[in-house]
């Protein structure tokens, strides 16, 4: 996209608060982000973009699994059924924060026992919303798509795109 950039981790408390909402969850995940972020800038005319991204399904977050019986049930949840992907983000300047939300819907395949386990001896699980990686091995799970594929990867490329054009980063920081 041509925009020079730097990553800076927020280190932020992510438990999702009682009767939160996926939707208010990712929002609220990415404002903090970058909040966090933004109060470490010291030039005057700073930017920050931060996302967050959930897997839903029965109205639950997946997140990251934290081990291999939480990968697996993930992923046994997510077979044959269909799921949202919600991105969520947010965008702060010295001139204000924006921010917006992008939902897609993944529908799995039946997995199969053999499927699940040769896919949990990889690495690529761990550090995943869902358990899975759509740009990876976990793509072979994915039967349909519906809405923005850079979403599932966790960064939808054109509304992030959209945002930075709407709000001038891409001539300021270029």
């Not at 981790?9 to 208010?24: H, K, M, Y």
């Not at 997995?111 to 072979?140: F, S, V």
């Amino acid at each position: 996209m041509g925009v020079k950039f730097s990553c800076q981790p927020a280190d932020i408390d992510e438990s999702v608060r009682a009767n939160e909402t996926p939707g208010a969850y990712v929002q609220r995940m990415a404002h903090d982000k970058a909040a966090v972020v933004a109060a470490r800038q010291v030039d005057v005319s700073y930017c920050v973009l931060a996302a967050d991204t959930s897997v839903i399904i029965d109205g639950e977050i997946l997140g990251k699994p934290a081990d291999y019986s939480e990968a697996r049930a993930f992923l046994l949840r997510l077979s044959g059924r269909r799921h949202r992907v919600i991105t969520a983000l947010c965008l702060q300047t010295d001139a204000g924060v924006s921010a917006r939300c992008v939902e897609t819907f993944v529908q799995f395949v039946h997995l199969q026992p053999r499927q699940l386990d040769a896919y949990l001896a990889t690495d690529e699980p761990w550090d995943k919303a869902g358990a899975y990686a759509i740009q990876g091995l976990g793509g072979a799970f994915v039967e349909t798509i519906e809405g923005s594929y850079s979403n599932v990867v966790g960064l939808p490329l054109a509304q992030t795109l959209q945002l930075l054009a709407e709000h001038g980063v891409l001539s300021r920081f270029n």
